[in-house]
């Protein structure tokens, strides 16, 4: 018998005869003093008698009062049975997801390792706060499609897994590609990094099954793939396409462009942000709608110019941004006044894309303007979650 059991019990046999009133008083006395602290040579006859005395007294109440039997045992119980230990979560052939939406945060590293002798790979994402929302899907090949490029990237392995974290971003020092080279997960690669949408290709050489734990103290995620057909309990993994669906970006095309969803009241203009992908300069403007209305991308003019000198609205004064060309935007029932707090005049100096500077924002109609290296083609996005503008500049 141990030191801890011993004094778990002598210290639950206290309680019992000190709070069970109904014990006659000469009754909870000798409880007591059998449950005093021995030498233990004499500590398990002491206990015994003490424990002999409880299930007598115990016997007897019953009779007058039955539901005391379900509180003594109840708690007894408690301390000489231990907690069953929690039944592990199968592996699943299918897509899933999870995370908490809205949830910010900053990958900090990734961590795979083999657990040969378990019959699984693990791949750990550790993150700076909370566990992002995330998707993770299968594909039936190891080509994926870069975000937001839609170049296509091959990796190590027959078959692939893709995960997509959102509002993430990921620190410096994580690697963009590394190959493990396990016996299932054989690389691990950064497959899209924009508008806080992070994106990652798993190339593997089989199976497909997955488990995935959500963890917390640090916060991480754990993706453990089976590498051994015994560590599944699903059937096999469901037909997929033999090829991933290219993402579906449009056409650059060399000429004005006009879109977005008339209507009121007016969109709040949120954030502008501007960033190189390969083959194009990026502009995002992103809007939210006001307490009680529906979101949407505000009716918008985007007119190409061929010289950066622009004019304000309303005042009509002249300003000359950097570079030889220009784009302006134009949108109506918009506004960034009271919720766009970042400077109205960016200066960027991307490979086209020199200078982003607000022109006007005046009765619900808002400008920008672009400053451009040289005449470049465009592409237009209306995007949603959160409701943005993208405007693509084509690159050399």
Known sequence: MSDDFEKNLRDHLHTEAQETREFPRRLR?????????????RMAPQLALAGALVLVAVAVLAFRNP???????TSIKGIIQPSPSPTPQPFLCQDQSGGSNGQTTQLT?????????????????????????????????ATFVRDASGQPVTLDGTVGIKLVFRDTDVASGVPVDSKPALTSVREIAQIGNFERVLTYGIGISSSQCVRVLQLSGPSRLVVDLATTASASTTAAPTPLPTAPAATDLGQFTCQDRSGGTSGSPAMQLTDV???????????VFEFAPPAGASPRVPAY?????????FVKDPSGQAVTMRGSDGLRVVFQQATGAGTYSKSRDLIVNL????????????????SWGA??????????????????????????
């Open 29 to 41: 006395g000798r409880i007591r003093d059998g449950i005093a602290p021995r030498s233990r040579a």
């Open 67 to 73: 539901a005391i039997i379900n509180v003594v045992t």
């Open 109 to 141: 590293s990734i961590r795979p390792a083999s657990h040969a002798d378990a019959g699984y790979d693990r791949v750990v994402f550790d993150f700076s706060g909370g566990i992002p929302s995330w998707d993770l899907t299968r594909q039936a090949s």
């Open 273 to 283: 942000r501007v960033a190189h992908q390969t083959g194009f300069d990026r502009i």
């Open 301 to 309: 003019t985007l007119s190409r110019q061929a010289s950066a000198h």
């Open 351 to 366: 490979p086209v894309v020199q200078e982003v500077e607000q022109l006007g924002d005046f009765e619900a109609v808002l």
């Open 371 to 396: 400053g451009l290296s040289r005449p470049s083609c465009i592409r237009t996005l209306e995007l949603s979650n959160p409701t943005r503008l993208v405007i693509d500049v084509q690159t050399p």
